[in-house]
């Protein structure tokens, strides 16, 4: 599963193709139009650069689509024109990325809303979503499922091409599920019709054909939901409703057509058969136990896990708005569920297994546009330093994308995809919440929101 990961990488820029690195220049007068044609420097700016090392002072020169060169401050400069953003020790750090991304959900109370929308107003909706990540710094988004088969895959390609602002995505399917499971919504007195949030199979053969037809359609993630979920009360999370053999059907297509697995895989036996089969991405794992704990372990160079904090802390915390949870009963469950998944990522964090911010949103209690704050979260609930959460949402998510070696830090040769920030996300990540305080965001070496004119002298 790494090499189809790596494989997705270089299917996105063939190793070898990036522009030679240049050298820090000083600046002109007249600084032409910021863009990816001319070259931007970011002068004196605190680089946090996701490695894990402090900030430091320098100028970074972005060339193209990429970082050409950093100069740390005193470094000899070269002459050469570029548009100069005076940082003023601003931080300069890499985009977000969201790894448990839902564009297409729709801050819906309950998934019915998913087959009231006709397709046309779902993708408008979708493209709205994607433009509040980039507004919102989430420079990449790893989807987590489309709630109609092609809306995350045309969104993909409408990005790419420019045609719309959004981040850079990784497409998935609709969720495949069981019969019963998690998100099947069909009445037995009611014609589902064309409407699906998610997808019901049963058995490995519709599961394999599901997923080819998914990757024949231009996925990059296939999604599974092989356990239950607290949310749906007759299959709760601690159940398990995947068979292995249906585990392993979709993860053997995911193999030959080189696509990545995903799983919401809440139970213990969820989780494991993930892990055997060769799942990349294995969500919430509330109910891990130990032997699940070791598998987990045993592939952490292979896989990521990302518990999706913020959609169970608002629900607890926002959904009573809402009416929602419905019965005091659901919302001990609910808690307990937090409780063990809190313990659970502990647990992995400990054992070195890579553990992401992201959390669901496009529900109700939990809307898109406030998708930064699962940061803090990770530091409250789950002992995380700053620092690691914003790895984390960095570096590793430059990872999840399978683009670790080019994407997620601010180094030289990665692709440009910047924020620079007023204060230190250090002293307080809650700043990442802040659009005002995202003085610029930059993606693949062009800004989406330009800088204040105060720091380009103009
Ligand atoms: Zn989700």
Same mark, same amino acid.
């Given at each position: 599963m790494v090499r189809s990961i790596v494989k997705l990488a270089q299917c996105v820029r063939m190793p070898g193709s990036r522009p030679p690195h240049a050298r820090i220049t000083d600046s002109c007068m007249n600084p032409p139009a910021t863009g990816a044609a001319g070259a931007v420097l970011f002068r004196d700016a605190s680089v946090l650069d996701s490695s894990g090392a402090p900030p430091f002072r320098a100028d970074v020169r972005v060339e193209g689509q990429r970082i050409a060169a950093i100069a740390r401050s005193g470094a000899a400069r070269q002459p050469g024109a570029a548009t100069v953003i005076e940082c003023r020790g601003a931080t300069l750090m890499p985009g977000l990325i969201e790894p448990h991304a839902h564009l297409s959900f729709v801050d819906q109370a309950t998934p019915f809303a998913f087959t009231a929308i006709p397709v046309e107003e779902h993708l408008l909706l979708t493209l709205k979503h994607a433009k509040l990540y980039l507004d919102q710094g989430f420079t990449s988004c790893f989807s987590a499922a489309a709630t109609k088969p092609r809306l995350d895959i045309v969104v993909r390609d409408a990005i790419a091409r420019g045609d719309h602002p959004g981040p850079r995505l990784r497409a998935a399917s609709v969720q495949l599920t069981v019969t019963g499971g998690v998100g099947d919504l069909r009445q037995l007195h009611l014609d589902p019709g064309e409407a699906m949030?998610?997808?019901?199979?049963?058995?490995?053969?519709?599961?394999?054909?599901?997923?080819?037809?998914?990757?024949?359609?231009?996925?990059?993630?296939?999604?599974?939901?092989?356990?239950?979920?607290?949310?749906?009360?007759?299959?709760?999370?601690?159940?398990?409703?995947?068979?292995?053999?249906?585990?392993?059907?979709?993860?053997?297509?995911?193999?030959?057509?080189?696509?990545?697995?995903?799983?919401?895989?809440?139970?213990?036996?969820?989780?494991?058969?993930?892990?055997?089969?060769?799942?990349?991405?294995?969500?919430?794992?509330?109910?891990?136990?130990?032997e699940a704990l070791d598998l987990l372990e045993s592939r952490k160079a292979a896989l990521f896990v990302a518990p999706a904090l913020s959609v169970t802390v608002t629900r607890l915390r926002d959904a009573g708005k809402f009416g929602l949870p419905a019965s005091d009963a659901l919302k001990r469950r609910i808690e307990t569920d937090l409780e063990r998944t809190i313990a659970t990522m502990k647990a992995l964090k400990a054992r070195g297994v890579r553990v992401? *911010?992201?959390?669901?949103?496009?529900?109700?209690?939990? *809307?898109?546009?406030?998708?930064?704050?699962?940061?803090?979260?990770?530091?409250?609930?789950?002992?995380?330093? *700053?620092?690691?959460?914003?790895?984390?949402?960095?570096?590793?998510?430059?990872?999840?994308?399978?683009?670790?070696?080019?994407?997620?830090?601010?180094?030289?040769?990665?692709?440009?995809?910047?924020?620079?920030?007023d204060g230190d996300p250090l002293a307080d990540l809650s700043i990442l919440e802040?659009?005002?305080?995202?003085?610029?965001i930059m993606k693949d070496g062009t800004f989406h929101k330009h800088p204040p004119a105060r720091l380009t002298g103009r």
């Open positions: 949030y998610t997808l019901p199979c049963d058995g490995p053969v519709e599961f394999r054909r599901a997923a080819r037809e998914a990757c024949r359609e231009g996925v990059d993630v296939l999604k599974i939901v092989p356990s239950g979920d607290t949310s749906t009360p007759a299959v709760p999370s601690a159940r398990t409703l995947m068979t292995d053999d249906e585990v392993a059907a979709v993860c053997e297509v995911a193999r030959a057509h080189e696509r990545v697995v995903a799983a919401h895989a809440r139970s213990a036996e969820s989780i494991r058969m993930c892990v055997r089969h060769g799942v990349s991405v294995v969500y919430h794992a509330t109910c891990a136990d130990e992401l *911010p992201g959390g669901d949103y496009g529900f109700m209690w939990n *809307p898109h546009g406030a998708n930064a704050r699962d940061l803090t979260w990770f530091v409250d609930l789950l002992g995380f330093t *700053p620092m690691e959460a914003i790895v984390g949402a960095t570096r590793h998510g430059g990872e999840i994308m399978g683009m670790g070696e080019e994407l997620g830090q601010v180094r030289e040769g990665f692709l440009a995809d910047l924020l620079l920030v802040d659009r005002a305080r995202l003085l610029a």
